[in-house]
T-cell receptor, first 109, second 114 residues
Framework: GQNIDQPTEMTATEGAIVQINCTYQTSGFNGLFWYQQHAGEAPTFLSYNVLDGLEEKGRFSSFLSRSKGYSYLLLKELQMKDSASYLCAVSGSNYQLIWGAGTKLIIKP | DTGVSQDPRHKITKRGQNVTFRCDPISEHNRLYWYRQTLGQGPEFLTYFQNEAQLEKSRLLSDRFSAERPKGSFSTLEIQRTEQGDSAMYLC????????????FGPGTRLTVL
């Protein structure tokens, strides 16, 4: 079967660094996406990885290891506005997105 | 605003009624997706279109759900004989075909079935 696993909830402190992990098992792989979703709002795109390695975009970075079926999203210099759910999604063999349940990130002052 | 739009934003209906939602994608996008999302879960795929062709429909989707994209532009999602379990956020997303197919989401329609 196809499966995406990520922690349900994480807590971090303003100004700190947090790493949100995602493991996946899918039939086919055409890339991995990270989306941010604030409560009551639609998901917004953060990053896309299709090759192994680290992609850096400002305070956010995303890493992929295809052999391990593993990715992480790294958030630096956390701000209160980063409190949101972070969704990991994999593009499978038919280019459909398979979504994880999301990680709720709580930022404390 | 050139993003994805959805209408209505909120819908409250009584069990057994039919509802229809509309999605207007980004104009140059040929793919359009419908998802359903409940609290604490990721989006659940319902169906998607490439231009006007409906290419895939989730096996989880009952016969009460139907979607159209008649001219390859806007799309409608209809739910017939609504049930309380249909209460959810219905999200529409658009994108272009290809491996790096980033999907752009609309604001969603929140459906409450009483």
């Amino acid at each position: 079967g196809q499966n995406i696993d990520q922690p349900t909830e994480m807590t971090a402190t303003e100004g700190a660094i947090v790493q949100i992990n995602c493991t996946y098992q899918t039939s086919g792989f055409n890339g991995l996406f990270w989306y941010q979703q604030h409560a009551g709002e639609a998901p917004t795109f953060l990053s896309y990885n299709v090759l192994d390695g680290l992609e850096e975009k400002g305070r956010f970075s995303s890493f992929l290891s295809r052999s391990k079926g593993y990715s992480y999203l790294l958030l630096k210099e956390l701000q209160m506005k980063d409190s949101a759910s972070y969704l990991c999604a994999v593009s499978g063999s038919n280019y459909q997105l398979i979504w994880g349940a999301g990680t709720k990130l709580i930022i404390k002052p | 605003d050139t993003g994805v739009s959805q209408d209505p934003r909120h819908k409250i209906t009584k069990r057994g009624q039919n509802v229809t939602f509309r999605c207007d994608p980004i104009s140059e996008h040929n793919r359009l997706y419908w998802y359903r999302q409940t609290l604490g879960q990721g989006p659940e795929f319902l169906t998607y279109f490439q231009n006007e062709a409906q290419l895939e429909k989730s096996r989880l989707l009952s016969d009460r759900f139907s979607a159209e994209r008649p001219k390859g532009s806007f799309s409608t999602l209809e739910i017939q004989r609504t049930e309380q379990g249909d209460s959810a956020m219905y999200l529409c997303a658009s994108g272009t075909s290809g491996g790096g197919d980033e999907q752009f989401f609309g604001p969603g329609t929140r459906l409450t079935v009483l």
